[in-house]
């Protein structure tokens, strides 16, 4: 029975490092479990963020691309990972991007699914370039 129940948490916990199945298994698990899952999966979310803005950061210093504009975040996540669902939070919400000339945040709404409360996880990335269209 012990080997059973540890096979279950392993196959949940493989799960939910996917971005791309996360949103069934936490359908199944969330109720009972997010006092224990809402703290692993800000953990998640902000490595994914962090993941986000380097990407963002290393395009921008090397010349390859600018930063996407606030509107135009969701299809460059798109592009970049096209298979992986990275630009869904594990709550199911829509990761946001605020560009200024200097900075960007890259945030997920949190476990509330509102932009611009509290609980939102966010990371920050410095500008390489001053682009002051956006």
Do not use: C, N
């Amino acid at each position: 029975m012990k080997k059973l129940i540890l096979i279950l948490i392993l196959a949940f916990g493989a799960a939910l490092s996917l971005p791309a199945t996360r949103p069934r298994v936490l359908k199944i698990l969330q109720p009972v479990m997010r006092p224990v899952l809402d703290p692993v999966m800000r953990w998640s979310t902000q490595g994914e963020l962090k993941r986000i803005a380097r990407e963002l950061e290393t395009a921008e210093e090397s010349l390859r691309e600018e930063i996407p504009s606030s509107a135009e975040f969701g299809r460059w996540l798109a592009t970049k990972y096209p298979a992986s669902g990275a630009e869904s939070d594990p709550w199911g919400s829509r990761y946001y991007l605020k560009v200024w000339p200097d900075s960007f945040v890259v945030g997920s709404p949190g476990p509330d699914r509102q932009q611009g409360t509290g609980d939102d996880v966010l990371v920050s990335g410095k500008r390489s370039r001053r682009d002051r269209r956006r």
